[in-house]
Each structure stands twice: as C-alpha cells, then as structure tokens.
C-alpha cells in the first residue's frame, strides 16, 4: 500500500509531468489563461492518460517484448494511442454528449500530447506493474491538473498587473512558469524522507 | 524473416486493427443529425448576432429542429426571406418577421445637456461611466463615445453632436448595440411609424430639468392625453406600451404636447422632433 502512496505522491509532486519533467509544456502554456479551459484540459488528460496506460502497457508487455520488438514502443504507442482518443471521441460523443461537450476541443488536442506519451514510456522504464502503472498514470495526470489550475491562478495575476512593455505578453508568462517550477523543487527529498524504504 | 519485416508487419497490423475499430465504432455510433440541420443552417444569415433568442444561428437552428413549435419568423435580419424558407423547411404556415430597428432613448445633445468635467481617458463608453457615471450631467444619457458604434455590424449608427443615433434603414434590428450600451439606453422598437421617449432619467423633475433640457420630467401630461392609455410614467420618466400604441385617432398628439419635446416619432429618416423648440 505505502508504494502506491509513494508513487502517486512522487508522481505528483516531485516528478511532476510539467514543473519538473517539462513534458505537455504546450498546453500548460496555451490553455492556463482561463480557469474553467484549464479544468477542462486537464480533466481530459487524466481520463486519456490512465486510458493509454491501460491499453499500451498490456501491448508492450505481451506483444512487443516477447518478440523482442521493444524498439517499436514510441510508433506503436502514438498509433495506439492517437486510435484510443478518436475512439473514446465517439463513445462520449454517442453516449455521454454532456461529457463530451465539456471536454470539446481538448480530447482530440491531446492526442498526440507529450505528456501522454510520456507517461506510457515512462512506466515500462520504470518496470511498474500493471497496478502500479495506473496510479502513477493517476499520479501524474494529478500533477498535471494541480500545475494547470495554479499556473492559470498565476496568470490571472499577472493579467491585471502592470508589466513593462517590453515585458509583456509571453516573455512575462514564461518568467512566470519558470519560477512556479523552480517552487516545485522544495519537493525533492520530502519523499525518502517520509517513507524510509 | 528480414528484420525490416519483423518491424513493418506488426505496426501495420495494429494499425489496421485501430483504423478498422475506429470505422466499426463510427459506423455503429453515429449520432444522428436531423437532416434539416443543414438546410436550416444554410438559409439563416449566420451573422450569429442573437436577435432571434439563442445562441447564434447554429443554437436557433438546433432549436427549430429538436422543439416542435419554435417559431419560425424570429431572425429579425433575414426578415420575411428567411422566415419564408424556414416555415417551407418545416411545413408550418409562414409568419410575418415583425421587423424591428434599434432606438436610442436619448436626446440630451452637446446644446441641451452640459458637461461635468473634461474626459481625457480611454474612448469608450464603459470607461468613461466608471468615472462618476459619465461626463455629462445627466447620468442616465448617451456618453457619445460610441460603444455602440464599434458594436454595430452593419454600421448604422453615428454619433451626432454627442449623442448615438440610428439609421433606421441600414439597421437589421439585430440588437447587438442593446447589450453593448453600458447606459441600457438603446431598445428595439418594432418597425417605422411609432412614437419614441427620447430621455432615459430616471430623477425628479427638477433635477432632470437642471441637467438637460430635453429631459422627461415626469409631469404625465401624455399619460393624460394618450387616447389608449398606452403611456405610463415609471420613475419619473414617460414608458410606451406599443402592444396598446396602434391605431391611434390622434397619431402624435403626445409627441405635439410634450412639455420637454422628449416624446418624438420615428420613421425610415430617424427620430424627429415634433414640438416646436420656443
């Protein structure tokens, strides 16, 4: 249980996807200007992340590796993957359309998201098994939600204040970034520390 | 086997497997799309403007197919063209679009009102009421820094001498200027031919005497004399209930009696004063 908690935690604040790892860098700068779009995004990403982990790992355990083709692993997952979006695209859209609505643009936007793939990657090296690469999944889409909403917060800030011409616009949203992920760095450490392996 | 078929095959089949699952599900789950969607879509202007209720062309065309009985002469800017070729699409009998043109409720011009303090900020309406409601002395009137003016698609309103007029004949009613107005002083009225309250103020009399001289005042004496007790006054200034103003006997008396001259007619030129300035 403590290993659960130890991923989860890790995964969401000291190898956080964004602040830390640098990956789905794009979104977290395209879609933090609002709170509601950033919600939106980011509860997508975690409903795709933990789906393509649940689809990619199976694949990479019971077909790619005993073939020994472990070097198809990114071109299969981002096929996997980008297939599994477009298909739950469908599914929502016959089925849940209120759902559908609400996550609009971002589920197709996704798609191809570092992130994502990131993750998927991420837990074969990490030889996670199946359990424990959905909660990193889970982890890590947390993580990414957690940096959205606090970085649109941030930028709601820093729209109504008065910043140098030269400044503006995203020269001062990429200052902004780097210190909300400098802040992220207090993390490091406080995890050994909390549960002595 | 050659290793570079080791690698073609596998992703190949898996990515025929995807593309065949995805064509399954679409084929399978395909949301059904009324068939008039389109046809409706393509006879509404698509200026998305809002007059008709909804949110743009898409939601009132959405609208006429998933609720029986919406109306079908409600986009006011494609008027009776459209409001033809709708009621064709759904099989109900035609209706007349009532057409209706923008109005401003507001007359106090740079002679009859005057100025509080000089404004040097931002051009804009919004802005200038932030600062003691405006710069003029009547804080219910027009700014005249023209909100409404950048606001109207089809360019049918000007400022003149201070205050936003309309021109009837390029205006489509769409009602944009309405919602933009931070004084709320613009409505739309149906059509030409009607008698319009060009004041706004809501204060005392006297106050609104004192700020502008075409002021409604609130005395009633329209109330009195409109034949079909379709004026009312509500907080000290003059209201039309155009449901009652029809078939007057005496068409413009109120506008002739006016005490200020804030009451006058508008037809396809504007709005025209009808009493005499003594």
């Known amino acids: ?197 | 086997m050659e290793p570079i078929l080791t690698a073609v095959i596998p992703v190949v089949i898996i990515g025929v497997i995807c593309a065949a699952v995805l064509v399954i599900a679409s084929k399978l789950m395909a949301v059904k799309e009324d068939e008039r969607f389109p046809k409706i879509r393509e006879c509404l202007p698509g200026a998305n403007c809002g007059a008709c209720g909804f949110a743009g062309c898409d939601g009132y065309a959405k609208a006429l197919c998933e609720k029986e009985g919406t109306p079908t002469n409600l986009c006011v800017p494609g008027a009776d063209a459209v409001s033809k070729q709708l009621s064709e699409i759904m099989g109900v009998e035609f209706e007349d679009v009532i057409e209706q043109v923008a109005v401003v409720h507001c007359a106090g011009d740079c002679e009859k009102t005057q100025d509080k303090y000089d404004y040097y900020g931002i051009p804009s309406c919004s802005a200038a009421k932030l600062l003691y409601g405006g710069k003029g002395s009547c804080t219910y009137g027009c700014l005249g820094l023209g909100d409404c003016v950048n606001a109207c698609p089809q360019k049918a309103i000007t400022v003149v001498n201070g205050v936003a007029r309309v021109n009837p004949t390029e205006c489509i009613g769409c009602g944009i200027c309405t919602k933009t107005c931070p004084q709320k002083i613009i409505s739309l009225v149906a059509d030409v031919e009607k008698v319009v309250v060009t004041c706004s103020n809501k204060d005392k009399g006297a106050v609104t005497r004192k700020v502008c001289t075409n002021g409604c005042i609130g005395c009633r004496k329209c109330e009195r004399l409109c034949p079909n007790k379709a004026i009312t006054v509500v907080d000290n200034c003059a209201v039309i209930d155009y449901s009652k103003c029809t078939d007057c006997p005496d068409f413009g008396l109120c506008a002739k009696n006016c005490t200020t001259g804030c009451i006058m007619l508008s037809d396809l030129s504007g709005i025209h004063r009808i009493k005499e300035e003594k």
């Open chain 1, 1 to 197: 249980m403590t290993k659960f908690i130890v991923i989860l935690l890790s995964a969401v604040f000291i190898n956080n996807y964004v602040l830390s790892r640098f990956l789905g860098i794009c979104p977290f700068l395209g879609v933090s200007k609002k709170l509601d779009s950033a919600t939106g995004m980011s509860l997508a990403v975690i409903f795709v992340m933990l789906m393509a982990t649940a689809a990619t790992w199976p694949i990479q355990k019971f077909l790619l590796d005993p073939n020994g083709l472990g070097y198809l692993q990114t071109i299969v997952f981002i096929l996997v993957i980008a297939a599994l979006v477009q298909l739950v695209e469908i599914v929502l859209k016959r089925y849940i359309p209120s759902l559908h609505k609400s996550l609009g643009v971002y589920l197709p936007l996704i798609t191809t998201n570092c992130a994502v793939l990131g993750v998927t990657i991420l837990n074969i090296d990490a030889g996670y098994s199946f359990a424990e690469a959905m909660v990193n999944s889970l982890g890590s889409g947390l993580g990414f939600f957690l940096a959205m909403v606090m970085f649109s917060g941030v930028r709601s800030t820093i729209e109504g204040s008065d910043i140098p011409e030269s400044f503006k616009g995203l020269p001062v949203t990429l200052t902004a970034a780097a210190i909300t992920s400098l802040s992220f760095l207090g993390f490091s450490g406080v995890i050994e520390n909390l549960f002595p392996m």
